[in-house]
């Protein structure tokens, strides 16, 4: 099983690139992401690999960061989620904001990706949340609950409340969820845990005017 191959970029395509590596060329199937942050040819290039073996073929997957490799996973968990469409999704999203999406519950974001309808961008929300609030995927989250409460749940902390509060504000304001999501996850960082909510939405106004 091939994990990881480091060697000489030697020819790109759409969605695929051919990696020298000790004079065998490897070709291994990439995101747009990845693929966007290649070297020019010649160059040396190391990539996290997944290895797809079928009856009649053997695949290679090629990710720049173990977070997007472990995206490429989770997403294939979901029925009707292939390795063309997690690729797709992983072309235009990267790992944070996978993450702030799922915990939002964002599917209108997710319906951009081609081959994602409503119903599959439904299932991957719903699916996933969980997974992803047990996972290391990424920097950002403060919850995975998509639901916004006034009060503090049992096991749930006091900043995690004033993020719900302080998001739902924002998506009162008119900002999509994720947006939202995103911007007080990166206020929460910075003010630490003691912040209010009223602290956490102007730290998020002024990190979604960024």
């Not at 939202?180 to 106004?205: H, K, N, Q, S």
Request: charged fraction near 20%.
């Amino acid at each position: 099983m091939i994990a990881k191959l480091t060697g000489i970029l030697d020819s790109t395509g759409e969605d695929w690139i051919i990696l020298d590596v000790g004079g065998v060329g490897y070709l291994a199937f990439c995101s747009g992401r990845t693929l966007r942050a290649l070297p020019e040819i010649g160059g040396t290039v190391s990539l996290h690999i997944e290895t797809h073996v079928r009856e009649d073929h053997i695949h290679l997957y090629g990710f720049q960061g173990i977070g997007e490799k472990s995206w490429f996973g989770l997403l294939q968990t979901v029925q009707g989620v292939g390795a063309k469409v997690a690729l797709g999704i992983l072309s235009l999203f990267g790992s944070d904001e996978l993450t702030q999406i799922v915990a939002a519950a964002d599917k209108t974001a997710l319906t951009r990706v081609s081959g994602v309808g409503p119903k599959v961008a439904g299932r991957i929300v719903t699916e996933l949340k969980d997974k992803v609030a047990k996972m290391n995927l990424g920097p950002a989250a403060f919850s995975a609950n998509d639901a916004i409460t006034k009060s503090k749940p049992a096991g749930q902390t006091t900043t995690v409340v004033a993020a719900n509060d302080a998001i739902s504000a924002l998506v009162n304001l008119g900002y999509g969820r994720a947006d939202a999501f995103g911007a007080v996850a990166a206020a929460g960082r910075r003010l630490g845990e003691d912040a209010t909510v009223e602290a956490l939405i102007t730290e998020g106004l002024k990190e979604l005017a960024a």
